[in-house]
């Protein structure tokens, strides 16, 4: 199993970058593939990005539109997303995942199908 920590959370202005990381030890990170999702206040977790095991499929919500940017480096068993322009309704706890070990198809939007969760970290947008 995996274990997961994000980082990078805060507070920013709409219209300014801000970037959460995740950071895996346990098993090797790059037997994953690995999604992002957060959870506003009041609100059900949504699935943000994901990334394949390799680094080269992505997946982006439609709300994202071209404006977030989902990576990992293998080598140093980390993910991020990259986030511009975020705007007030970006204000969540965001939480990094891992899909189940050795799955090689295309990043999943939906949560039932990742196994391993970080605890999240708070990003807080403001007009």
């Known amino acids: 199993q995996v274990q997961l920590v994000e980082s990078g959370g805060g507070l920013v202005q709409a219209g300014d970058s801000l970037r959460v990381s995740c950071a895996a030890t346990g098993r090797t990170f790059g037997n994953y593939a690995m999604g992002w999702f957060r959870q506003a206040p009041g609100k059900e977790r949504e699935f943000v990005a994901g990334?394949?095991?390799?680094?080269?499929?992505?997946k982006y919500a439609d709300f994202v539109r071209g404006r977030f940017t989902v990576s990992r480096d293998n080598t140093k068993n980390t993910g991020s997303l990259q986030m511009n322009s975020p705007r007030p309704a970006a204000t969540a706890v965001y939480y990094c995942?891992?899909?189940?070990?050795?799955?090689?198809?295309?990043?999943?939007?939906?949560?039932?199908?990742?196994?391993?969760w970080g605890q999240g970290t708070q990003d807080t947008v403001s007009s």
């Open positions: 990334v394949n095991w390799s680094g080269d499929s992505t």
């Open positions: 995942a891992t899909a189940h070990a050795d799955y090689t198809g295309p990043p999943y939007s939906t949560s039932r199908r990742y196994a391993n």
